[in-house]
C-alpha cells in the first residue's frame, strides 16, 4: 500500500441551515476545499460523497458543479459513518495506487424532519416496539451506571466539558459553555439521559483532500499522514450481549492500531463519536484510553480535558459541534487536520502530533452499530 | 364509516406469540450448528447459515438486562413509554413493560400481550412484559 495524506480541509459551519440542502451545503465545502488547496478539477480523479438522507446521486450533485464531472464519483451511505466511510474509499484508491488526488465529503440537512428523534430503518422489529437512538443509549447509560458505580452527575461532566470545548469552535452549532446545573435542569428524553446529553440534529458539511504523497509535494498547503483507515460492520446476533462495551469499536481500533504501529498511549487527541454522553465512557474505554469501566473517573479528573492525558473531543465533540449525520465522520478528519498542521486556533492541543477519529452508527437491531470507521492520523 | 365496533389492535410481531391461558411464549430458533439462538426466528441461521435449525418456544419468564422510559419519542406509542432489553432463553428482545418507571438492571419480567400504542391503522398490541415478584422456576426454562 502507498502512504496517504491529508493535504486540504474545509467546514461549511454546522447548525439549523433550514432549506439549504444537502447537495447545496456539500457544494460550499468542496468548493471551499478547491480554493483553499489551489487545484483544478481536473486534477482530481475520483469523488465520494457520504450521507444518510441526501438522496441519490448527492456525490455527483455535488462535486459536478465544481467541474468534476466525469472521473468515478460515488455516494456513501453508513448512517453516521457515512462521511467516514467516503474518506475510507478515498484511502483505498490512493493506497491502492488507484489515483493520487481524491475529493471525499460529508453532507446532511436535517432540520427538514423538524424537532424529536431521527426517522430510523424501517421493517426493523425493534423500531417497531418504538426504539428510538435515545432509548439504546438510555440503557447503555442504566446499565453502565449500573455495572460501574457512576452516576447522572457524570454523565452531565461529558456534556460539560465538550460544550466547553465546542464553545471556542466557530464551526460547532453550539458555541457556548454550559454548566451541570444546565444539564439537570434540561428536559428528560430518555431515562437517565436529558436533552443536554444528546447531541443536536444538525446541518452541515465538511470536505477533505487525500492525495499521494508525490502530489501533496507538490501543494502549498501543509500535509499530514493518514496511518490507518478502518470501516468495520456490526457483528449481527439476538443473544444476551455486554451493551457496555461497544465491540464494533474494539474490533476497528484494534485493526486501526496495528495498521498504524500506533499505541492508545500515544495518542494526543481523539475526536470521538459522543452522540450521547455516556458514549464518550463506552468509547474510550473501547479504544483502550481507559480502564474497563473507569472511564468516567478520567473524566472527572480532566484527564480528556483539551490539556489532559489525551484531549478527547477537542471541538466539541458531537455534544456541541453538532451531528449532521453523513458529515460528521469527515469533520472529525478536517478537525484533526488542523490540529496537527497547528491551525486550530483556540481549539489546539498542544504539541498534537496523533490524532484518532472515531464514529459509529446505526439503529439496527442486533449490533451494536451498523457501521464503525477510525482513522488515524499523523504529523508526519 | 359504517361500522360501530372499534377496529381489532394490530398485533405487532403476532406471528411469533403463543399463548397458552395465562402463559405466554415466544417463538426462537435455535441453530443445531453453531448453537445461536434467535429472536425473530428464522428458518437460515444468521451466524453460520445453516438450515439445520429448531424452532422452539421460550418460557414465559425472564429478565430485564436494562431499561429506559422514552419521554420523546414516536407518537404512535404515547410517549412516555417505557421499554426494556429482556434475556430470554437465550434471545435478547426489545419490549415494551407495563409499568411507569424504569426496570432496574436484572429485575424478573414476564411475558404478557398487551396494548403498545396506536397508529393510523388503529390500535397496536404486542407482546410486552411486567415485572414479577418471584424468580424464575426452573420449570419455567426451556
Known sequence: ?380 | MNTHTSPAPTLVGGEWIHQDGDHTALMITKCHNCGSTWFPPREICSKCASGNVEQALTGSRGTAYASTVVRIGPAAFKPPYVLAYVDLDGARLLAHVETDEALAPNTPVELKVGAIGEDDTGPLSSYLVAEVSEAPTSGDAL
Not at chain 1, 483544478?40 to 441526501?54: C, I, K, L, R
Not at chain 1, 465544481?66 to 472521473?71: D, I
Open chain 1, 1 to 380: 500500500m502507498r502512504p496517504v495524506y491529508v493535504a486540504g480541509a474545509a467546514v461549511h459551519p454546522f447548525g439549523k441551515h433550514l432549506g439549504v440542502n444537502a447537495a447545496e451545503l456539500g457544494f460550499r465545502a468542496v468548493q471551499e476545499l478547491l480554493a483553499s488547496t489551489g487545484i483544478s478539477p481536473e486534477q482530481v480523479d475520483a469523488g465520494y460523497g457520504g450521507s444518510t438522507y441526501g438522496g441519490s446521486l448527492l456525490a455527483q450533485r455535488v462535486l459536478q458543479r465544481v467541474g468534476v464531472s466525469g472521473p468515478p464519483v460515488y455516494t456513501v451511505e453508513n448512517a453516521c459513518a457515512s462521511g467516514a466511510s467516503a474518506v475510507h474509499l478515498a484511502w483505498q484508491a490512493i493506497a491502492g495506487g488507484f489515483a493520487d488526488c481524491v475529493i471525499a465529503f460529508g453532507t446532511e440537512n436535517l432540520s427538514g424532519f423538524g424537532g424529536g428523534t431521527l426517522p430510523l430503518t424501517t421493517n426493523d422489529i425493534e423500531i417497531s416496539q418504538g426504539m428510538v437512538m435515545t432509548a439504546a443509549y438510555a440503557m447503555r447509560a442504566q446499565r453502565y451506571l449500573h455495572d460501574f458505580g457512576a452516576t447522572v452527575d457524570d454523565l452531565s461532566r461529558v456534556s460539560v466539558k465538550n460544550r466547553g470545548n465546542g464553545a471556542l469552535n466557530p464551526r460547532a452549532h453550539f458555541q457556548k459553555a454550559i454548566s451541570a446545573e444546565d444539564v439537570e435542569d434540561s428536559r428528560p428524553v430518555a431515562d437517565p439521559l436529558r436533552l443536554l446529553h444528546c447531541c443536536p440534529n444538525s446541518d452541515g458539511a465538511a470536505a477533505v483532500l487525500l492525495c499521494s504523497e508525490a502530489f501533496a509535494k507538490e501543494l502549498a498547503t501543509p500535509s499530514i499522514r493518514m496511518r490507518a483507515s478502518v470501516v468495520r460492520s456490526g457483528d449481527f446476533h439476538t443473544s444476551y450481549r455486554d451493551m457496555t462495551w461497544p465491540d464494533i469499536t474494539a474490533r476497528a481500533a484494534k485493526a486501526a492500531y496495528e495498521m498504524a504501529d500506533i499505541k492508545p498511549s500515544d495518542l494526543d487527541l481523539v475526536e470521538l463519536h459522543d452522540a450521547f454522553s455516556v458514549a464518550e465512557f463506552l468509547h474510550t474505554e473501547a479504544l483502550g484510553i481507559a480502564e474497563r469501566g473507569q472511564a468516567y473517573k478520567a473524566t472527572a479528573r480532566g484527564e480528556f480535558d483539551r490539556d489532559g492525558r489525551v484531549a478527547i473531543s477537542p471541538s466539541g465533540g458531537l455534544l456541541s459541534r453538532g451531528h449532521p449525520v453523513g458529515a460528521t465522520g469527515v469533520t472529525q478528519i478536517c478537525e484533526s487536520y488542523w490540529q496537527l498542521t497547528g491551525e486550530a486556533g483556540d481549539l489546539q492541543v498542544p504539541g498534537a502530533e496523533v490524532a484518532l477519529t472515531h464514529v459509529t452508527g446505526g439503529g439496527i437491531f442486533g449490533v451494536d452499530n451498523g457501521a464503525c470507521s477510525i482513522h488515524i492520523l499523523t504529523t508526519t
